[in-house]
């Protein structure tokens, strides 16, 4: 079994900052892609940064040049930088894994960012 463990979300002014985390654990044999997804209320789930093993990295358009994501290969965990956080950022973040080539197949329970004066 695999689970995945957030944290780092809250309660942010804007243009402030935040780090997001996520640690996997369990039987894993392999991680191949990481990603970390958002909804926002009455939103559906969408894209917001993926990092393959070998460290290339994908963003979603509303947050390139403000948001960062790695990894530790050896801790099994993605990390989310996120800076100057708008308060259209404000969302429930989802980490993601993919112990497979082809799809993510486990998430977590989500960690709530609000961005707010």
């Known amino acids: 079994q695999v689970q995945l463990v957030e944290s780092g979300g809250g309660l942010v002014q804007p243009g402030g900052s935040l780090t997001l985390s996520c640690a996997a654990a369990?039987?894993?044999?392999?991680?191949?892609?990481l990603g970390w997804y958002r909804q926002a209320p009455g939103k559906q789930r969408e894209l917001v940064a993926a990092?393959?093993?070998?460290?290339?990295?994908n963003y979603g358009e509303s947050v390139k040049g403000r948001f960062t994501i790695s990894r530790d290969n050896a801790k099994n965990t993605v990390y989310l930088q996120m800076n100057s956080l708008r308060p259209e950022d404000t969302a429930v973040y989802y980490c993601?894994?993919?112990?497979?080539?082809?799809?993510?197949?486990?998430w977590g329970q989500g960690t709530k960012v609000t961005v707010s004066s």
């Open positions: 993601s894994i993919a112990t497979n080539p082809r799809a993510y197949d486990y």
């Open positions: 990092i393959t093993r070998g460290g290339n990295t």
């Open positions: 369990g039987r894993i044999r392999m991680i191949y892609n």
